[in-house]
């Protein structure tokens, strides 16, 4: 971001991706097999398109974005969104940025072919994705709630935006002291985040 504004290489990511969304709504906005605007049922498009689950890998490494991206497996492969998912990381990435200069950390969203994530019981469907807590130092590593380093009032400040889109479904995260997150097992160190389809 540059004095408050977008940069162009991010406003062509983001220009990118919305054209990518209406295409998909055309083809996905029926829940049965009919007719759609490219006149391809969901059956032909599958045979026109093996492979093609409607995923696609938030940008790893785009020009002055306001996050980072770590996971397994590495280099984006675990960071298949759905178009939805999409549009909700990088309104929340864009939010955070005119708050804070510290990179949001993204992590696991989905393998491209929506098999099952190993060691998740989500992160089937593009719409769930985990994003570390914030650090005081500002470093790209991982962080728990309770190591000395962890920023709870950015945390809950990152929160807050998270509800704020209007997108979210739910948030798990284990820290007692912040509202509006569900605690669950083994979330101690990241913020998992569903988001609505």
């Not at 969203?109 to 089937?124: C, E, M, Q, V």
């Not at 719409?127 to 005081?136: A, E, F, G, H, T």
């Not at 509800?163 to 913020?191: C, E, I």
Request: hydrophobic letters at 35%; aromatic letters at 10%; one cysteine or more.
């Amino acid at each position: 971001m540059v004095g408050g504004s977008v940069s162009r290489g991010t406003q062509s990511v983001i220009s990118a991706t919305h054209v990518i969304c209406d295409v998909f709504d055309a083809f996905f906005a029926s829940q049965h097999d009919s007719a759609h605007d490219l006149g391809l049922t969901r059956q032909e498009f599958s045979h026109e398109f093996p492979g093609f689950t409607g995923l696609h890998m938030l940008p790893q490494a785009p020009e002055e974005a306001a996050y980072y991206t770590y996971g397994t497996p590495s280099a984006g492969r675990g960071q298949y969104a759905h178009p939805n998912m999409l549009s909700f990381l990088f309104h929340l990435e864009f939010r955070w940025s005119l708050r804070d200069d510290r990179k949001l950390a993204i992590g696991n969203i989905s393998l491209a072919d929506r098999t099952k994530f190993p060691d998740h019981g989500t992160h089937g469907h593009g719409l769930d994705v985990d994003i570390r807590p914030i650090r005081k130092d500002g470093k790209r590593l991982p962080v728990r709630y309770q190591d000395a380093v962890y920023d709870r009032d950015a945390t809950r400040r990152l929160v807050e935006l998270i509800w704020q889109s209007g997108m979210a479904k739910l948030v798990y995260f284990n820290d007692p002291a912040l509202t509006r997150v569900t605690r669950m097992p083994k979330h101690d160190n990241h913020l998992h985040i569903s988001i609505k389809a």
